[in-house]
């Protein structure tokens, strides 16, 4: 896999309480367009989500997010993630997911940190807390002096917002939660989560 930047215009961002949800949840995301699936390891169920996801759904390309620790790595790597993101980065967790040989998105909201990742030869990020640290605007001022930089913009960004930004010469798609409402989860509305997926996946225009 090339880069996770390309997979799809829209990274659903998934926080799951119930790893029994993983396989239906991914079905229709992918059933909706989007393939890429970020499962968030925020909770007790992740690491079992990912794995059924892995297991179940091939049609998906399952990854790991809030990954802080090479252990987190380690551990959703041998649970199938196909790819991992951080909201940060050190050089140890840099490293770690370097030698997992998975593409990796670490989390950066400076120029500084921009710059320090581009010199240890990482230029694909997460930009986050997008909205939070200066949204679309701050995006546009890095592509004038890092246009080597590519981001994927996560945090805030809503339907309404996020063709503005895949609009923006260095982003190359977008995480979101929009179309995993918490009422649709919690009710195992499938076929409303589809529906939002499909919407979404539009926006590759």
Do not use: H
């Amino acid at each position: 896999m090339a880069s996770v930047l390309d997979l799809a215009p829209v990274v659903p961002v998934v926080v799951l309480d119930d790893a029994a949800d993983a396989v239906p949840l991914a079905r229709a995301l992918v059933a909706g367009g989007l393939p890429a699936i970020e499962v968030t390891l925020r909770t007790p169920a992740a690491l079992g989500a990912i794995r059924a996801i892995s297991d179940r759904v091939p049609e998906a390309v399952v990854g790991a997010g809030t990954v802080l620790t090479a252990r987190g790595v380690r551990d959703a790597v041998a649970a199938g993630a196909r790819f991992l993101v951080s909201p940060g980065w050190t050089d140890a967790l840099v490293q770690a997911m370097r030698a997992s040989g998975v593409p990796f998105l670490p989390g950066v909201s400076t120029a500084s940190e921009v710059v320090a990742l581009l010199e240890r030869g990482v230029s694909e990020m997460k930009f986050f807390p997008a909205e939070a640290a200066g949204g679309i605007p701050y995006l546009k001022s890095l592509s004038g002096p890092l246009p080597q930089a590519r981001f994927c913009p996560t945090g805030g960004i809503s339907l309404a917002s996020a063709p503005s930004y895949l609009a923006l010469p260095n982003v190359g798609c977008v995480g979101g939660t929009w179309m995993l409402p918490a009422d649709a989860v919690a009710a195992r509305d499938w076929g409303r989560v589809e529906a939002l997926a499909r919407g979404a996946a539009a926006l590759a225009g």
